[in-house]
């Protein structure tokens, strides 16, 4: 039966997501007081300006949604200053990573990304049957000099999440700038940019500038992180006019949900919650270095809502350890990285009961 089935799809590599509270109700234990810090989600939940809209609309939901996503496109081409036949709406950024693959790549081509690096662009690769090159990270940052020398004729997309997830380091627009000159002309190379609104450094690049110079780019970003809409899956792409049209033609039908589009449309708007969201979000990442300074943890410096850490000891068991005491972290073994755990920055409850969990199963 599995010789009915593309070879290259048996043998991708699996998503893996963090643990979840359904795993803990599958063990019996969700009378305890659970701490989820595994999936960088915003822990101040999503915009109530969002959950106001899908509230008024929920008495279309025999109808189905606008397949164009144009209010939503139109209020990004709008905050953008571009025109909206650049944009183009998913349903999460980890589906445009897929889209992108299909429109884009043909069994045997090279794809280019970091190790470790976000996992969808690595199953996406595998799926579409590529050769799939992965560049060691050089101090927890894109090694872009390694990368251009791995460039071919055959390498038609090199893929940049920055921030880098699961790490959090980010490159500079002075390190792109100089990367991007020396990309050959027919090679697309994909900026992931969903943490891009937790960075506070006024060096992040500008990838818009690079689409309007006419560059091969396409930037992703996404509604999960710190506009709290991970639940109703929605993301963008920005391209030129061609690259994203390519893709809109992949999308399959009335893909993006009504209820995703309102709220991710409203949530834009909510400045209230976004000014609350990144203050939780760097308090809480002063709180969390504070405790691994003081507990003589390595963590990597990060530019986004969480922090991976060194803890010495397998991570799998360290997690394990730390769920039965009501936290939920993320190991990170499937990125080959088999004493780091990465955690998601929460409530300042949520931080100090981490702290509390994390120092009667650390070993200094």
């Known amino acids: 039966m599995n010789k009915l089935i593309r070879g290259c799809i048996l043998n991708a590599q699996l998503y893996q997501p963090g643990k979840s509270r359904d795993d803990l109700d599958l063990r019996g234990e969700l009378d305890k007081d659970i701490c989820k810090l595994a999936s960088n989600e915003n822990p ?34 709008q ?31 090279a794809f280019l990304m970091s190790r470790p690096s976000f996992a969808m662009a690595k199953m996406v690769a595998q799926i ?41 380091t980010m490159v500079t627009q002075r390190e792109v700038d100089r990367f991007m000159e020396r990309i050959p002309d027919d090679v697309l190379v994909i900026f992931d940019e969903a943490y891009r609104e937790y960075v506070t450094r006024k060096d992040y690049p500008d990838t818009m500038k690079l689409i309007e110079e006419g560059k091969n780019v396409i930037l992703l970003r996404t509604f999960s992180k710190l506009y709290g809409l991970a639940g109703f899956r929605i993301g963008y792409l920005v391209a030129n006019p061609t690259f ?56 990597i410096p990060s530019e986004t809502n969480f922090l991976t850490i060194d803890v010495k000891t397998n991570a799998i068991n360290m997690s394990e350890e730390l769920m039965n005491r009501g936290v939920i972290v993320r190991p990170l073994n499937m990125y080959g990285l088999d004493t780091f755990m990465r955690v998601t920055i929460g409530t300042q409850e949520q931080n100090e009961k981490f702290i509390e969990a994390f120092e009667t199963v650390y070993e200094t």
């Not at 090694?143 to 251009?148: A, G, L, T």
């Open 44 to 77: 101040l939940g999503p915009s109530p300006l969002a959950l106001e809209a899908i509230h008024e609309a929920l008495h279309e939901s025999h109808l189905y949604p606008d397949n164009t996503c144009s209010r939503l496109t139109g209020k990004l081409a």
């Open 128 to 168: 579409m049957d590529c050769r799939l090159l992965e560049i060691p990270l050089k101090a927890y940052h894109h090694d872009f000099e390694s990368i251009e020398k791995n460039i071919t004729p055959e390498t038609k997309i090199v893929y940049i999440d920055n921030p880098i997830n699961p790490i959090g």
């Open 244 to 299: 994203a049209d390519a893709v809109r033609r992949v999308i399959p039908p009335f893909s993006v949900n009504r209820f995703a589009q309102l709220a991710a449309a409203a949530a834009l708007d909510d400045e209230e919650h976004i000014r609350k969201t990144r203050a939780i979000n760097d308090a809480g990442k002063r709180f969390l270095y504070k405790n691994f300074d003081r507990l003589s943890v390595f963590a």
């Open 79 to 109: 905050s953008f200053g571009i025109p909206p036949d650049r944009i183009a709406v998913g349903n999460g950024s980890t589906d445009l990573i897929h889209l992108i693959g299909v429109a884009f790549l043909n069994a045997g081509e």
